[in-house]
């Protein structure tokens, strides 16, 4: 296993997720439920399914869009996704 890539997936998808609404979820699903393993299995569950999803769509994709085009897209679906909370945000 490569450990840079390895290393750099975990703190960027830890940065990324910490803080954010699917966290704040959980912390919400684990003080009602007051059953923190079944919250966290579902919790961890659930993010390895869309990580997946993720990554056999992305090895797809990469074989027909250059990785520049790629980063570039991501990215300006960030700013659109941002500027769109930004104004409809409660």
């Not at 007051?34 to 997946?52: D, E, I, K, M, Y």
């Not at 300006?76 to 500027?83: A, H, I, N, P, S």
């Amino acid at each position: 296993m490569d450990k840079s890539i390895f290393l750099s997936t975990f703190a960027t998808l830890f940065l990324a997720e910490f803080g954010d609404k699917t966290q704040l979820a959980a912390v919400s699903l684990a003080a009602s439920t007051r059953r923190p393993w079944p919250v966290f299995l579902g919790a961890a569950s659930a993010l390895a399914a869309v990580t997946a999803i993720g990554v056999i769509f992305g090895e797809g994709v990469v074989k027909l869009v250059p990785p520049l085009v790629l980063r570039r897209t991501a990215a300006g679906l960030f700013v659109v996704m941002g500027v769109w909370m930004w104004v409809h945000g409660d």
